[in-house]
């Protein structure tokens, strides 16, 4: 969520779950009229959690997520 600058008006979502000895993250971005999704999911043992995150929000910015971000926050109110 950091990596992606997510709160409350920018539409990004994170869930982490155990999965056989190791965390299964899925995350993505949503446009604000809904019709536009990036998501992703990655797994990682437990003591790479943080990388985990940065890296699936990485990869979410290399697939268009950052210019998605960009058009949310230009159709946000100032």
Not at 15 to 33: E, T, V, Y
Not at 46 to 63: D, F, I, S, V, Y
Not at 67 to 77: H, M, T, V
Request: some cysteine; charged content about 15%.
């Amino acid at each position: 969520m950091r990596t992606l600058q997510g709160g409350c008006s920018v539409p990004v979502f994170g869930l982490a779950q155990w999965q056989n000895d190791a965390i299964a993250l899925h995350g993505g971005i949503i446009s604000l009229d809904g019709q536009t999704i990036i998501q992703e999911s990655q797994q990682a043992r437990p003591a790479e959690a943080r990388q985990l995150g940065h890296q699936l929000a990485q990869t979410l910015l290399n697939r268009g997520g950052d210019q998605l971000l960009q058009a949310i926050k230009n159709e946000l109110p100032s």
